[in-house]
């Protein structure tokens, strides 16, 4: 469905080009679930912008390759990529309280999308919107259509926002950190439409979070990624349970046990991320790391094949 | 929605209220000075003054005096001016009116479509050359001071070049009733409308253009290019809407000021017996009723604008009808 290779972004600046996502590729299948995970500034997002071709910055300079069923991405104008956007791939943003134009009902939006994309009449858009509403099991789907966005609760917000974002039936669905500013009740609620949703639909969904738990949830594969790379990629049993890459193992360390005796202090890992003017030559990681040697200051591949992880550890162990 | 509007009604209602005992009393009840001899004027016969006394009810108690007040300007429309002798003050007030509000309106249509022109075209070329052209004009704009750049235009349009081509259609200076002469009317007030708006255009032009570049940072502006909407839709739809809300208030504002006698300078320059114009007579020989009559005028004007501003809120933002 969704190929990336290789794919580059940096930016030019005043002080020089800042490298925020350096190689990294990855694949996502038909009704697959891919997790993303990484702390901010771990070019997650961005990567996923660049997807999305939604990196307006005139000073950014993407390279690689993007494929979506087989077609390039990476050289679309701006006209073709705004064809693709809303109806084959579809985002939905972290903050439901401000995703939605504050002056529109909610109805009013989501028949923008089908209309946007569709020759359909404002009718037909707007029953298909009472459909969408009532597919994400908001209820009175008739009468919310004509709410604002100001009006419904964070999780009803972000319901519509994902009904909106399935209004043409995407291909692929690219959710970034979409329960983070919910409630965990409804956290939950949320993450059990998006699975429902990828059973109903069959779309590709790149979930992007800094929760193990929600990828422990949610996702098929996991990619980790670390200051613009990915560093360790397989599937959730083997991420979760057998880690490679050292930066994995302090994530899920600093997740509190569920059973068992709780420690007196999380686990935290030391320091911060590197800033991207100025990243170490070797494993970008090693600063942080407690098992780093002598090879690690060299640039470390991801290998290994389906569970690949970048670090020289398990090639010396 | 209703109700909202009902009630700021009634809130305007309340303030003007309040307005006319504020400006009653400034007028009427400054300790220190008689109001008779000042509504009489200088040089006044004691009996004109003792005339004044009576029929305003000086020697009575000060609610009745409010209240005469009152009658006189809204009810029976008698206030005379004792400096005019006989002048019947409230006719002469709604004389100058359709002048004033011609020539503001007018304006305001002009200032409202270019300066909209001017902070889209800005915002959406920002960092352009068309950008920074349209912020130095406008700054230019801002910067010249209407009585000056009103003499201007009557230098060229009415002296130097009135012969040529291009300004031979500019009829003299004066104000043309629209019921009349409808084309005089417009002819006149051309120049005008232009002079007057040119410094809205820019200052106008520069806060729609800012509120719109805050607008495009927004969230849901990020969502709405997701949706694969093209940039001019994002830009007039989605943003466009909300930016227009300090644009709404400071029209507000800056219309009911114009209307109750901001105006002056212009009407001065171009000949036009408008409110302002009346007010300024009015301040140079101390004619009181006068003076009174336009500060009340004006207050109400200023008040009125500004409910109808937040009507505009309530039709721009869904969040403002429930509160």
Not at chain 1, 229 to 250: C, N
Request: net charge positive.
């Amino acid at each position: 469905m969704l190929e990336v290779k290789d794919l580059r972004i940096s930016f030019r600046t005043e002080h020089g080009r800042v490298r925020a996502v350096d190689g990294v590729s990855f694949d996502v299948a038909q009704s697959e679930i891919l997790g993303v995970v990484g702390e901010s500034g771990s070019g997650k997002t961005i990567s996923l912008m660049a997807v999305m071709g939604l990196i307006n910055d005139p000073n950014a300079v993407i390279e690689g390759s993007i494929k979506l069923r087989g077609r390039e991405l990476i050289g679309l104008s701006q006209r073709q990529m705004r064809g693709l956007r809303g109806r084959e791939i579809a985002m939905i943003f972290q903050d439901p309280m401000t995703a939605m134009t504050p002056v529109y009902t909610i109805g009013w939006q989501i028949a923008e999308q089908i209309r946007a994309h569709e020759k359909i009449g404002r009718r037909a858009a707007f029953a298909r919107a009472v459909d969408l509403l009532a597919e994400v099991n908001i209820p009175n789907p008739k009468e919310a259509i004509h709410r604002y966005p100001h009006q419904l609760s964070g999780g009803m917000r972000q319901r519509a926002v994902i009904a909106m974002a399935l209004s043409c039936h995407p291909a692929l669905l690219i959710a970034d950190e979409p329960t983070t500013a919910l409630d965990v009740t409804v956290q939950a609620q949320i993450l059990d439409l998006i699975r429902k949703l990828r059973r109903d639909h069959k779309s590709a969904v790149v979930f992007i979070t800094h929760d193990m738990g929600v990828i422990a949830e949610m996702a098929d594969r996991v990619m980790v990624m670390y200051s613009g790379r990915i560093v360790e990629r397989g599937t959730k049993a083997e991420i979760l349970l057998e880690p490679r890459h050292p930066y994995t193992k302090a994530l899920l360390d600093s997740i509190p046990p569920l059973e068992g005796e709780k420690p007196k202090r999380l686990r935290s890992i030391p320091g911060s991320p590197p800033s991207l003017f100025d990243l170490p030559k070797g494993c970008s990681f090693a600063p942080r790391c407690p098992w780093r040697f002598e090879r690690c200051a060299e640039k470390p591949a991801l290998e290994g094949g389906k569970h690949a992880a970048a670090c020289f550890l398990k090639a010396a162990s | 929605m209703l109700l909202a509007l009902i009630r700021r009604f009634g809130q305007m209602i309340f303030v003007m209220f309040g307005i006319s005992i504020l400006v009653f009393l400034i007028f009427f009840a400054t300790p220190g000075a008689d109001p008779a001899s000042r509504i009489a004027g200088r040089n006044a016969s004691p009996e004109t003054i003792e005339a004044v006394r009576k029929s305003f009810g000086f020697d009575q108690p000060i609610w009745v005096q409010y209240y005469i007040m009152m009658k006189k300007l809204f009810i029976t429309q008698d206030l005379t001016s004792f400096v005019n002798r006989g002048w019947k003050v409230i006719p002469a007030v709604i004389d100058t009116i359709p002048v004033t509000l011609s020539l503001v309106i007018g304006a305001a249509v002009l200032w409202v479509i270019f300066g909209m022109l001017f902070g889209i075209l800005a915002a959406a070329t920002r960092g352009s050359i068309i950008d920074k052209l349209l912020i130095a004009f406008g700054l230019v704009g801002c910067a010249m001071p209407v009585y000056w750049l009103g003499e201007v235009m009557n230098l060229f349009s009415q002296s130097r070049y009135h012969d040529t081509w291009l300004f031979s259609w500019v009829p003299p200076l004066g104000y043309k009733p629209l019921s009349e002469d409808p084309e005089g009317w417009f002819l006149t007030l051309i120049i005008p409308w232009i002079t007057l708006a040119i410094l809205y255009i820019g200052l106008y032009g520069r806060v729609l253009r800012a509120n719109l570049i805050e607008a495009m940072q927004e969230d849901y502006i990020r969502t709405a290019r997701a949706k694969g909407l093209s940039e001019t839709r994002v830009l007039l739809r989605h943003a466009l809407r909300t930016s227009l809300i300090s644009f709404v208030t400071l029209f507000g504002l800056d219309f009911g000021a114009l209307v109750g006698g901001a105006a002056l300078l212009t009407e001065v320059v171009f000949g036009l017996q408008g409110v302002g114009k009346l007010t300024y007579d009015a301040l140079q020989n101390l004619d009181l009723p006068v003076i009174m009559t336009t500060v009340i005028y004006a207050s109400f004007f200023v008040v009125l604008a500004n409910a109808l501003v937040d009507v505009v809120y309530i039709l721009l933002d869904p969040r403002v009808r429930s509160a």
